[in-house]
């Protein structure tokens, strides 16, 4: 079974500076999906940002961006330019296969804090 | 993408009384429907994956008896939490996937109280 370990239950930035969240997961699988998910106070479930495994090419959607390393098991994201509206809990998502109907596996979160 | 609603989004009901929560999506037509459950401070658990007009696939602790799901439709699909008690207090998300799309599509959730 797939894993994804979130080794930071928290994080702070200071507003307008950079931050990345880590993420690592175990599978055996060639075809997969890395996401990062979006949970603000309202628990509303918003998606970031979304990776093919076969793309080398890092995702990057405005001030969010991925840092993918396929052999290590890694995929970190970095905020840049780090605004009030980002605080909330941020979920890192592994998805095999390439449709929206296969499920997803979870980490336990990073709860990221702004200050300003 | 999709858009998804729940309804109700709050409910708060007696001790072994049965509760239902509805999901739909609104624009998209929703073959597969999940359905997780999130304690506080806690992540997404899945508890079941639907497919329309199947029965619901149950992830290994989840009472399927307890929680009943029906999706009989591609635009709506429902939980029924029979005989609550205070320990199935949680919030529920429901969510929709398909082979047309590569990510899952969340509705707001639906926080329910036993009492």
């Known amino acids: 079974a797939q894993t994804v370990t979130q080794s930071q239950p928290e994080m702070s930035v200071q507003e307008a500076e950079t931050v990345t969240l880590s993420c690592t997961y175990d599978?055996?699988?060639?075809?997969?999906?890395l996401f990062w998910y979006k949970q603000p106070p309202s628990r509303q479930m918003i998606l970031v940002i979304r990776?093919?495994?076969?793309?080398?090419q890092n995702a990057t959607e405005n001030r969010f961006s991925v840092n993918f390393q396929k052999a290590a098991k890694s995929f970190s994201l970095k905020i840049s330019d780090s605004q009030l509206g980002d605080a909330a809990m941020y979920f890192c998502?592994?998805?095999?296969?390439?449709?929206?109907?296969?499920?997803?596996?979870f980490g336990t979160g990073t709860r990221l804090t702004i200050i300003p | 993408g999709a858009v998804v609603s729940q309804h109700p989004s709050r409910v708060i009901c007696k001790s072994g009384t049965s509760v239902k929560i509805e999901c739909r999506s609104l624009?998209?037509?929703?073959?597969?429907m999940f359905w997780y459950r999130q304690f506080p401070k806690q992540s997404l658990m899945l508890m079941a994956t639907?497919?329309?007009?199947?029965?619901?696939?149950?992830e290994q602790g989840v009472e399927k008896d307890k929680f009943l799901i029906n999706h009989a439709s591609l635009t709506l699909s429902t939980l029924t939490v029979t005989s609550a008690h205070p320990e199935d207090s949680s919030f529920y998300i429901c969510?929709?996937?398909?082979?047309?799309?590569?990510?899952?599509?969340f509705g707001p959730g639906t926080r329910l109280t036993v009492l």
């Open positions: 969510s929709v996937g398909g082979r047309t799309t590569d990510t899952q599509y």
């Open positions: 599978t055996s699988e060639s075809d997969y999906y």
């Open positions: 990776q093919e495994a076969y793309k080398q």
């Open positions: 998502a592994y998805r095999s296969g390439n449709f929206g109907n296969e499920k997803l596996t």
């Open positions: 624009d998209f037509q929703a073959t597969t």
């Open positions: 639907s497919n329309e007009g199947s029965k619901a696939t149950y």
